[in-house]
């Protein structure tokens, strides 16, 4: 086979099997390592296939995102150790967003004890999580209700924040990698989150390594446009590898084994 009839035997064989290891292919298609792992490389920089450990599997569409009761189930350690992270950028007097999401909830006990922060958000949990603390301004910006999400989207979100200056905006994300960059599957989250990074001195992406390979319909930013990514070091290594080549600065955090 050629090696565009060869990379299309590769997709079909993923459909099917969803992973495959390196050997496994050299088998089925009677070729070379390398032969394989420049067939992985080629289809991995068109975003159809992401390298795993040994292997290879399909990018995966994420046509909808769990409610965000289920997300804070999910990846408890990782959120928490990327919030300890982000939380040690924030100093005293600044103004901070924080994006709806469950790993930028648990920067909220991180950050009580800051002298003069404005927290501005979109989240009602972290609203209600602050209410108690009279020592921080706490801004929400109004906006139409994602029930899902438990947080404000659309054009009425993207209005108030282009009205607002904040020092760093902590950005949520169902789905990321370096070649469709930042997504969602949700539509009415994209003018919000594109606003935030006009108005937003720095932009930091706080995701877990579990959403890499992922991605929506709808592209919020390529990687390189945020100043930040904090991750967790499950990472895969060849994915890190290609993030950084493109200049993208990564944070990744040990989380508890």
Not at 209 to 219: A, C, L, Q, W
């Amino acid at each position: 086979m050629i090696p565009d009839q060869r990379r299309e035997h590769i997709l079909k064989l993923l459909q099917e099997r969803h992973v495959l290891s390196i050997n496994e292919l050299t088998s089925m298609l009677s070729v070379s390592h390398m032969t394989v792992r420049r067939d992985i490389q080629a289809l991995e920089n068109e975003g159809k296939v992401l390298s795993v450990t040994g292997g290879v599997r399909l990018a995966a569409r994420l046509k909808s995102e769990p409610s965000y009761l289920a997300k804070a189930q999910l990846e408890v350690p990782a959120k928490r150790a990327i919030a300890k992270a982000a939380a040690r950028l924030v100093r005293e007097n600044f103004t901070i967003f924080l994006d709806a999401g469950t790993s930028t909830l648990q920067m909220v006990p991180l950050l009580t004890d800051k002298v003069g922060l404005t927290v501005v958000t979109n989240d009602f949990n972290v609203v209600g999580h602050l209410m108690e603390y009279p020592n921080i301004e706490l801004i929400h910006t109004g906006g139409v209700i994602s029930h899902a999400d438990h947080s404000s989207v659309g054009q009425f979100t993207a209005d108030f924040l282009s009205k607002v200056n904040v020092d760093i905006a902590f950005m949520a994300g169902s789905s990321w990698d370096i070649n469709r960059g930042a997504t969602t599957p949700s539509e009415p989250k994209v003018v919000a989150k594109q606003q935030l990074m006009r108005i937003a001195s720095k932009t930091v992406l706080t995701v877990d390594s579990t959403k890499y390979g992922k991605f929506g319909t709808f592209r919020v930013a390529r990687l390189q446009q945020f100043d930040l990514i904090i991750s967790d070091d499950r990472l895969n290594k060849a994915a890190v590898e290609e993030i950084r080549e493109q200049d993208v600065r990564l944070e990744l955090v040990a989380t508890e084994r």
